[in-house]
């Protein structure tokens, strides 16, 4: 595939900058007073940030570090309205454009069409389809250690350099990628993880040169593109029809479980040694007999019938939201229930909706 030229200059343009805030920042930003405060002089930001592009003079600037606790202990790194909008900038006018064309469709996190929803329905169809010729067969669960920590900038921005040739666009995107090279990063971080003595400290700070800001959109598709070498080695070298990867978690399907080790040590292989990543021990080979679990939910087949069940925690989350918010909020109790409602139908789930929603 030819490098890709003439990007940078997408991205000063009033027209593109004014798109992005438009139909993106400004229907997505939850925080309403800094939109409103953007708003207020909203000629004259936009014109302020095609300068900073148009002259080359935009550094990222300070993210809002803060902490979310579920379902697990996690690092948002938030962005004020003029980053987030030329964030979403290079995503949209650099990124997409170059990266979008080699991914597979079995890519599925975060992308237009090929969301969570999607992964699921092409889960089960996988299913339903190697069930046709295999009273027994196996799946390789994959997960990967720290992904968004441990990406290595300098394999990055060479993967990148091979398919963008602009260099003003490169530049952007790489200071983008070091911003976690900050210090104040990891003293945010200390000062947030400091509070649970529980929680071991070092597992979420950012190393040097490694790591994306937890929050960005050009972060979502950068660990997208990440390992997409290693989808197209799995699909086109280990022949391995049955395979889908959400982010840092991959599934194969194969009727043979000495196969399934042979790609096991083979992808484990190529994870440290092109990656400099690891797997962790949630890495296995399951029974579909037993079940295993993906994207939400847990898949068992007994005697050729697909089974989807709502993974317990799952279960226990929704009775504990809902139960809070139905003495709390009743207003926030009808939209959780309105997007709970599409994601458990996916499942047997009509007495757990029956006995919490009625």
Known sequence: MKRRNNL????????????????????????????????????????????MLSSFLYKPGRYNIFLIYEP??????????????????????????????????????TREG????????????????IKLDNDYFYVLKFDISKYFYNIDHQVLKDMLSKKIKDKKALKIVYDIID?????YINLAIK????????????????????????????????????????DHYIKEELNIKYYIRYMDDGVLMHHDKNYLK???????????????????????????????????????????????????????????????LKSHNLKRYRQVVGSYKGHLEYANSKNLWYENVG
């Open 8 to 51: 940078y200059y997408e991205i000063c343009r009033l027209s593109n900058i004014r798109f992005i805030y438009d139909q993106i920042i400004y229907k997505n930003t939850r925080n309403k007073r800094k939109i409103l405060e953007f708003d207020n002089f909203y000629i004259t930001n936009l014109l302020y940030i095609k300068y």
């Open 72 to 109: 697990k202990v996690r690092v948002i790194m938030s962005q004020n309205i003029y980053d987030k909008l030329i964030n979403h900038l290079v995503s949209y006018y650099i990124l997409k454009p170059v990266i979008e064309p080699c991914l597979i469709n079995q890519n599925i996190a």
């Open 114 to 129: 090929k969301g969570t929803d999607y992964g699921i329905k092409l889960f089960k169809k996988y299913i339903n389809e």
């Open 179 to 183: 911003s976690t090279n900050e210090e």
């Open 191 to 230: 000062h947030f993880i400091k509070k649970y003595n529980n929680i071991d400290i070092g597992a979420y700070l950012y190393k040097k040169d490694k790591g994306l800001p937890i929050g960005n959109m050009t972060s979502q598709i950068l660990a997208i593109f990440y390992l997409n070498e290693l």
């Open 262 to 324: 042979f790609c096991l040590k083979k992808i484990n292989d190529m994870i440290e040694s092109r990656y400099h990543l690891h797997l962790n021990s949630k890495t296995k080979i399951y029974s579909i007999k037993e079940g295993v679990e993906f994207l939400g939910f847990r898949y068992i087949l007994k005697n050729k019938r697909l089974i989807v069940k709502v993974r317990t925690q799952t279960k226990r989350k929704f009775k504990r939201k809902l139960r809070y």
